[in-house]
């Protein structure tokens, strides 16, 4: 296949794919994030991940509208505020539910498949009523758009490594939240006894609330970061919820660094084959090997080990 | 409710019409505005469908939620436009068309749900509607079945052809073959890289052009990739696209993959201007959600642009935004809705009657010349005789109209050679 190519080409080519990959990677942790806390941490499967993501995208394109009509000369940097905003209205909304629905379900965590998945739904015709059911189209400002020219042949997305700049940094605040501040700790004493967790004074529900909130938020920072990728319509979470369970669940729940090798092995493989091969035969394969591998460790990558 | 039943009811209210009319004869001089030459619902209705003296029920069968709401709001939109404009031009054979609107809801079996109880309940004595192959190949033996009239707007992979099914959209070698040929000739492109969704029509689409791109035009394909309908992730093809260097991109990638795919070739700094690209299915409804400026420069081959200059056209458009808002963007498929309503008033009026089976046997050689596109004509296989047309997409979203065939092309849904 590559007898035609010139030495030069097929370097450049591999330094790219290389990029393609590493951008994989950084979208794929970052819409499993929010979920690794939310289903890793306190075990509900939550099936309306992918419409948080998509508030969060739609509170970009309002954003992105509102600084067009009123304050054109900021459009520039409209990207941040917004995010911001994603990251409290999709926050909001989880604590609302958690309060709602979810906190009546901790004991029945499969209720909460069933429970989230009517939600999904629900957040749908919402958005569909709202925003209207064709796609919007989220206009981002100018030096977004566009490569890196790094030499003739090579060019770096911009959106990629803005993704990639946003990961890191997302990444690093998680788990410094997680695993270096007493509120962290408070959510690993409840992940792993509920009970106990209250005995010695912990506001257990109070924890629950804030935990379920932060994963939703990030799903919000992560949807408006993906309107640079991707489309923002009313069922456009529904694109993410698979490869988002798939990273969770394969990386081991209750394990922040399993979702990132998780999401790192698989964005790889699948980058890898899909330069050999179609598209769809590279998912193929990518699925057929996580299938394999949770045969072998059913718990996923990385496991807490706990006494049962 | 029987047809006796109904007649016992309407009668005297139509005497008491009668006598009104030979009253003031100067009324019966109106050409259409006056139900007198309504000719009686017996002779033109005998096969028991919701036709009275007044009125006559359609269907529209569209998913309004779930998935494909997307693009079928559109369609539904410029069929209750036409539907309305009928109405105010007098209606059917005298009656004016009610509609009863169903909701697919994206699921293929649902549409067949609905489809049975418009036909069985409703009595419809048309549907308009579907919009994906899947939503067709389940609505098809109902309306087999039951002997009803399905209008189907989307341009599609061909294979398929049916007493029963109108399509009102183009097949793929009438959609595909012009614009190859024209890009070939234009752009003097010889290699070409294939990337479409991973389903029924790109697949076929993309045979039918490889087909005519190594047979026809002597070229070449130097790639064919296909991802499954949702992904977000081009990277690695943008890669192989430009390992390759095909003269031409031709894609056939659907729904949100299109948005992602754009903005990411965008991302990858390929200049559509200066790399031809080909796409066949993106319409003005599409580009709402890629956004014009991910897509400037691109080439897209179909038969209809909301920019196309013709008196109909004129027409069309502001209607379509009066009724639906000034930002409202009309796509081919939108257009070939529209048509829907309009071919079957042609044919029942061509036929005389609402009978199904004469509807069917009419249906052959109706023109209607108010297309916004232009003009059409029904073809012996039910599809539309039209003329294929290449625009290059602008920053506003909108198509500029570049090329179009000299002549209507033949619709051929079961092309020689291309299978």
Known sequence: ??????????????????????????????????????????????????????????????????????????????????????????????????????????????????????????????????????????????WMLGSLHVTDSIEVPINGVFVMCLTVLITISVAYVLYMSRWGRQVRAVVQNRIMAGAVGINTEKVDRYTFGLGCGIAGVAGSAFTMIGSTGPTSGQLYIVDTFLVVVFGGAASLLGTIASAFSISQTQSTLEFFMSGSMAKVLTLLAVVGILMLRPQGLFALKVRK | MSDEANKGLLSPLRRKLLMGMAAVPAITM?????????????????????????????????????????????????????????????????????????????????????????????????????????????????????????????????????????????????????????????????????????????????????????????????????YPLGNTQFNSVINKIKLTKPDVIFTDVVGGSNVAFYKQLKAAGIDLSKQPLLTISVTEDEIDGIGGENIAGAYACMKYFQSLDNPNNKAFVPAFKKMWGEKTVIGDVTQAAYLGPWLWKLTVEKAGSFDVDKIAAASPGVEFKGAPEGYVR??????????????????????????????????????????
């Not at chain 1, 309306?48 to 900021?74: D, K, R």
């Not at chain 2, 036409?82 to 068309?97: M, P, T, Y």
Request: proline letters at 3%; aromatic letters at 12%; glycine letters at 10%.
């Open chain 2, 378 to 419: 029904i073809h012996e296989n039910h599809h539309l005789w039209s003329k294929t047309r290449v625009g290059r997409a602008k920053l506003d979203g909108q198509f500029e109209l570049i090329y179009e065939t000299a002549d209507l092309v033949e619709p051929d849904p079961f092309p020689k050679g291309y299978q």
């Open chain 1, 1 to 142: 296949m590559f007898g035609d190519y010139s030495l030069g080409d097929l370097g450049s080519i591999f330094v790219m794919q290389g990029f393609a990959g590493l951008i994989l990677f950084s979208v794929y942790v970052l819409m499993a994030l929010g979920l690794a806390i939310i289903f890793g941490q306190m075990g509900v499967i939550n099936m309306a991940h992918g419409e948080f993501m998509i508030l969060g995208a739609y509170v970009t394109w309002m954003t992105s509208n509102l600084f067009q009509t009123y304050m054109p000369s900021l459009f520039g940097g409209y990207f941040f505020l917004a995010m911001i905003l994603a990251f409290v209205a999709s926050g909001a909304l989880g604590m609302l539910v958690e309060w709602v629905l979810i906190r009546h379900l901790y004991k029945r965590p499969l209720d909460t498949l069933l429970a989230t998945w009517g939600l999904s739904l629900m957040l749908q015709q919402a958005y569909r009523s709202v925003f209207g059911a064709r796609e919007v189209g989220v206009e981002l400002p100018q």
């Open chain 2, 30 to 226: 109106l050409p259409r505005a006056s139900f007198a030459q309504a000719p009686a619902t017996s002779a033109v209705n005998t096969t028991g469908l919701a036709v009275t003296d007044t009125e006559v029920t359609v269907g529209i069968l569209h998913s309004a939620t779930g998935t494909m709401a997307i693009s079928e709001t559109g369609s539904i939109e410029a069929e209750k436009l036409a539907i309305e404009q009928i109405n105010a031009a007098g209606g059917v054979l005298g009656r004016k068309i009610k509609f009863i609107q169903e909701d697919g809801a994206s699921d293929w079996p649902t549409f067949a749900e609905k489809a049975k109880k418009l036909l069985v309940n409703d009595k419809v004595a048309a549907i308009m509607g579907c919009w994906t192959s899947a939503s067709r190949k389940a609505v098809l033996p109902v309306v087999e079945q039951y002997n009803g009239m399905l209008y189907y707007p989307t341009f599609y992979e061909g294979l398929e052809q049916s007493k029963n099914v109108i399509y009102t959209g183009q097949e793929a070698t009438q959609q595909i073959l012009a614009g190859l040929n024209w890009i070939a000739k234009e752009k003097g492109a010889k290699t070409f890289f294939f990337i479409g969704s991973d389903y029924i029509w790109p697949r076929t689409s993309n045979k039918i052009a490889r087909k005519h791109v190594e047979n026809v035009l002597k070229g070449k394909v130097v790639g064919e990739e296909y």
